[in-house]
């Protein structure tokens, strides 16, 4: 800085004065030199408002948050061990072995899991339970029933033995029920004609069909109604003493000849 | 302000062996530590570990505090400064003042400030806007020279009076407020290109 004077002060003093200057601590005839050369100086005007317009930027800046960890790291650092205050104040989680469990399960299940997630095994593994529940649900098989099954050694065995005292009841009650439709279709068989509906009907839909014959050759009748009418009769008449009771009918049959 | 007596009993009680008392003295200063760390490092990474290594050397060298030699804060202020000053010269951040039209880094996409400034839009949130000019200061903070840089931080972000500056910095009060006053006028420069509109 140059040694110049202006109104009475150097610019080495005015150098000496800048701070206190801007700290507002200059009174008096000292501050009346201190102006008068800060409006004279060309070297020394200007260095006073940068001086104060620093002052200013930094005073405006704020001051920064340190680290949340930042103690307990010094504290770790220093000393070596977590004073009371900090242990009290981080929350102590206790493991349960349910947890620890989880934690090792976990990973291996996890690739599988997700496996399982994926949109077409979700879908095939919802309609496959669906499917179970509607089968459950039909066959009568309530959770209610599940979670009442005992597994103790006795309980099977008991339930063992009841099912199948259940199982010989209900073939006994069958059996006569059984014999009872055996029989029933036994005397069906009986009564029934023999193969009634192979020759009636293909013989209706014949002559349904060749109703009109004017244009077509006849053909030739090979069927023996005689025999087919005994029968029919037969199976129609009322049992009576003997055969001999049994009225008589003659049965003709018509042929033209071609 | 610090109350003499009551620091006073907490380094004799730290000395005895008390954790408590250890813990009180870092809880009180830990803040402004780690802000005189930050202005001087300009990361908040190295302002952390500057910190640790700041109470990791008092927590080692409290019993030859003497508070009949001066205030406890001021004890403070002079490890963590002779500290960075080591950190310093072991990173070689050998730089005076720079104008702000020379790149900030080494990249080649790097601007300069004055030109990364340039290049914001008026944010519409006064707030948003206040950090980003605490942001530039700060910038222009670190391109002070260390010798200024040091001697404003203490001065006008940590209030401390002249002497205990001289006291800190081994130096006349003289040579403080020299360095005082033109560790404001260089920053004054360096944001002035930018800011003139403002100011």
Known sequence: MPEHTHNGMQCNEFDALLSDALDGVLTGTVLDRFQAHAHSCKACGPLFAEAEAGRGWLKGLMEVEPPANLVANILASTTGVDTQRLRASVPQHRVTWLEQMQASVSGFLEPVWATVRQPRFAMSFGMAFFALSVGLTVAGVKPTDIRAISLRPSAIRHTYYETRARVVRYVDNVRPVLELQAAIHGVKRNLEPAEPGRQTKPAKVREEKNDDTTQQPEQKQERNYSQTDSRYMLACAPLGPSVSDLPVVSVSTYRRLV | ?199
């Open chain 2, 1 to 199: 302000m610090e109350d003499v007596q009551v620091i006073a009993m907490l380094v004799r009680r730290c000395i005895a062996g008390d954790a408590a008392a250890w813990e009180e003295i870092v809880q009180t200063y830990n803040r402004r530590i780690y802000n005189i760390c930050y202005r001087f490092a300009g990361t908040g990474d190295d302002a952390e570990d500057l910190t640790q290594e700041v109470f990791i050397k008092m927590y080692r060298t409290l019993s030859s505090y003497d508070s009949s030699k001066g205030a406890f804060v001021t004890w403070v202020t002079t490890i963590t400064r002779n500290l960075l000053v080591d950190h310093f010269r072991k990173t070689k951040q050998d730089r005076m003042t720079d104008s702000m039209d020379t790149a900030a880094s080494e990249h080649e996409d790097a601007q300069p400030l004055s030109e990364q400034i340039q290049d914001q839009s008026a944010p519409p949130d006064a707030h948003v806007r206040s950090r980003e000019v605490s942001e530039t200061v700060h910038a222009a903070l670190a391109r002070l020279s260390p010798e200024l840089r040091e001697a404003v931080i203490l001065r006008d972000l940590q209030d401390m009076d002249y002497r205990e500056i001289a006291t800190v910095l081994r130096v006349p009060e003289g040579t403080v407020k020299s360095r005082i006053n033109r560790g404001r006028a260089e920053l004054a420069r360096l944001l002035q290109r930018t800011y003139r509109q403002v100011m």
